[in-house]
């Protein structure tokens, strides 16, 4: 590594005077990339802040992030996004903003895109305010393909959505709490890759959660439309049956589904269907996620958790294999959000690395986060694969290496 930069890469390399890792029996990946995090800032910094979210990110193996534009005042202008650059200058790794698609996510005015791609927007979203008019949706990704601007939508259907706080089934009826359809994703899954075609926009769904989904973004696929997916692990290894017990840090947007739509998930992992995993990390404070099913807030984090999870129950578990997971985690992102020099180790590239250990146990301790959240249902779980050293830029900035 040298300025930042890979200098070379191969079996055997001369390099005198260098600082030598040693990685002997370690697996040595290209940077992992989240696409979707919550960092709160500007605005919220009692949840997280853009430091103490770079830093989780690091302990997690990321060298870098994408932060929504759900903030308060929201990412819809040049300054805001500038102000979060500038904030992100501080961190340990690299976050990029997302910016707005519609003012203030109101789903109306258009953003300027020209002026937010200026400032440093690397995609745009109205994350979870979804846009709801067809025509408009037509209009911004019109807008999005004339300057090959990514957007990434969280599909919801606000009227099929109404109340709901978790997934329409027998748990929802059981505890006499609103349910979220399965059709409020899939309606607009199916809109925005009938807009993708149309339009040559490139959509990127967010974090699906239901079977019918996936077969809507396989169909697209095998069309050859402008449609690449994510998927959160909690989406993979939860389902609404964990709900009953586990009260709110199970509680998320879209919620928990049945056993058969976590299997299509997975079954479209294991295909290609879907391209990327993403945290959707979403911290919030104990006091707000103490309220109770009904009125707490969607969410949990993530990211000091994706990766060991994903090692221990889908590379362990041979659901894929450690190839593509991180490809998942790294070349793919990349390519996505058109970042030649991210997701490989190759000459050139930036020197951004992670290092795992896959014989590492870990035990999730939410007390033990560097994020300020610590709203996860993943509390207590013990998982065999972790990352153990991330590097950004050339820069450690986080170890814990196997002595």
Same mark, same amino acid.
């Given at each position: 590594?040298?300025?930042?930069?890979?200098?070379?890469?191969?079996?055997?390399?001369?390099?005198?005077?260098?600082?030598?890792?040693?990685?002997?029996?370690?697996?040595?990946?290209?940077?992992?990339?989240?696409?979707?995090?919550?960092?709160?800032?500007?605005?919220?910094?009692?949840?997280?802040?853009?430091?103490?979210?770079?830093?989780?990110?690091?302990?997690?193996?990321?060298?870098?992030?994408?932060?929504?534009?759900?903030?308060?005042?929201?990412?819809?202008?040049?300054?805001?996004?500038?102000?979060?650059?500038?904030?992100?200058?501080?961190?340990?790794?690299?976050?990029?903003?997302?910016?707005?698609?519609?003012?203030?996510?109101?789903?109306?005015?258009?953003?300027?895109?020209?002026?937010?791609?200026?400032?440093?927007?690397?995609?745009?979203?109205?994350?979870?305010?979804?846009?709801?008019?067809?025509?408009?949706?037509? @209009?911004?990704?019109?807008? /999005?393909? #004339?300057?090959? !601007?990514? *957007?990434? =939508?969280?599909?919801? %259907?606000?009227?099929?959505?109404?109340?709901?706080?978790?997934?329409?089934?027998?748990?929802?009826?059981?505890?006499?709490?609103?349910?979220?359809?399965?059709?409020?994703?899939?309606?607009?899954?199916?809109?925005?890759?009938?807009?993708?075609?149309?339009?040559?926009?490139?959509?990127?769904?967010?974090?699906?959660?239901?079977?019918?989904?996936?077969?809507?973004?396989?169909?697209?696929?095998?069309?050859?439309?402008?449609?690449?997916?994510?998927?959160?692990?909690?989406?993979?290894?939860?389902?609404?049956?964990?709900?009953?017990?586990?009260?709110?840090?199970?509680?998320?947007?879209?919620?928990? @589904?049945?056993?058969?739509? /976590?299997? #299509?998930?997975? !079954?479209? *992992?294991? =295909?290609?269907?879907? %391209?990327?995993?993403?945290?959707?990390?979403?911290?919030?404070?104990?006091?707000?996620?103490?309220?109770?099913?009904?009125?707490?807030?969607?969410?949990?984090?993530?990211?000091?958790?994706?990766?060991?999870?994903?090692?221990?129950?889908?590379?362990?578990?041979?659901?894929?294999?450690?190839?593509?997971?991180?490809?998942?985690?790294?070349?793919?992102?990349?390519?996505?959000?058109?970042?030649?020099?991210?997701?490989?180790?190759?000459?050139?590239?930036?020197?951004?690395?992670?290092?795992?250990?896959?014989?590492?146990?870990?035990?999730?301790?939410?007390?033990?986060?560097?994020?300020?959240?610590?709203?996860?249902?993943?509390?207590?779980?013990?998982?065999?694969?972790?990352?153990?050293?991330?590097?950004?830029?050339?820069?450690?900035?986080?170890?814990?290496?196997?002595?």
């Amino acid at each position: 590594m040298d300025g930042g930069k890979i200098a070379s890469a191969g079996g055997r390399i001369e390099a005198p005077g260098a600082d030598v890792i040693d990685a002997s029996g370690l697996v040595v990946a290209p940077g992992f990339i989240d696409m979707h995090v919550h960092l709160r800032e500007p605005g919220q910094a009692y949840k997280e802040t853009i430091i103490s979210g770079a830093r989780a990110a690091a302990r997690g193996g990321f060298t870098a992030v994408c932060a929504m534009p759900n903030t308060s005042p929201v990412n819809d202008s040049p300054e805001v996004t500038a102000w979060i650059r500038e904030a992100a200058a501080g961190a340990v790794i690299r976050v990029f903003p997302i910016a707005a698609l519609t003012r203030g996510q109101k789903g109306g005015e258009p953003v300027d895109f020209d002026a937010l791609l200026e400032a440093g927007a690397v995609a745009f979203s109205d994350d979870g305010r979804c846009i709801q008019d067809e025509d408009l949706m037509r @209009r911004v990704l019109e807008a /999005a393909r #004339a300057r090959d !601007a990514l *957007v990434i =939508d969280h599909c919801e %259907d606000r009227a099929l959505f109404g109340d709901g706080v978790i997934n329409d089934g027998p748990i929802a009826r059981r505890l006499n709490l609103p349910g979220i359809p399965a059709a409020a994703e899939e309606a607009i899954v199916a809109r925005d890759i009938a807009l993708a075609g149309r339009t040559g926009g490139r959509v990127h769904l967010a974090h699906l959660s239901t079977k019918g989904s996936v077969e809507l973004v396989g169909e697209a696929k095998r069309r050859g439309l402008p449609v690449t997916a994510e998927v959160t692990p909690h989406h993979l290894l939860l389902t609404e049956d964990d709900v009953e017990a586990g009260g709110p840090n199970f509680k998320m947007n879209p919620p928990l @589904r049945s056993a058969a739509d /976590a299997a #299509a998930l997975a !079954a479209a *992992v294991r =295909d290609g269907i879907i %391209d990327v995993f993403a945290t959707d990390h979403a911290p919030h404070a104990a006091a707000e996620k103490a309220a109770g099913l009904r009125d707490a807030p969607f969410g949990i984090v993530g990211l000091e958790t994706a990766i060991p999870l994903l090692l221990d129950r889908l590379v362990g578990r041979g659901v894929i294999s450690l190839l593509r997971f991180a490809a998942m985690g790294s070349l793919r992102p990349a390519e996505i959000l058109r970042w030649p020099d991210k997701g490989r180790l190759a000459p050139g590239a930036a020197a951004d690395v992670t290092i795992l250990d896959l014989e590492r146990t870990v035990t999730v301790d939410a007390a033990r986060f560097a994020s300020l959240g610590r709203n996860t249902p993943f509390d207590g779980w013990t998982l065999r694969g972790a990352p153990v050293m991330t590097i950004v830029g050339g820069r450690t900035v986080f170890s814990e290496m196997p002595c």
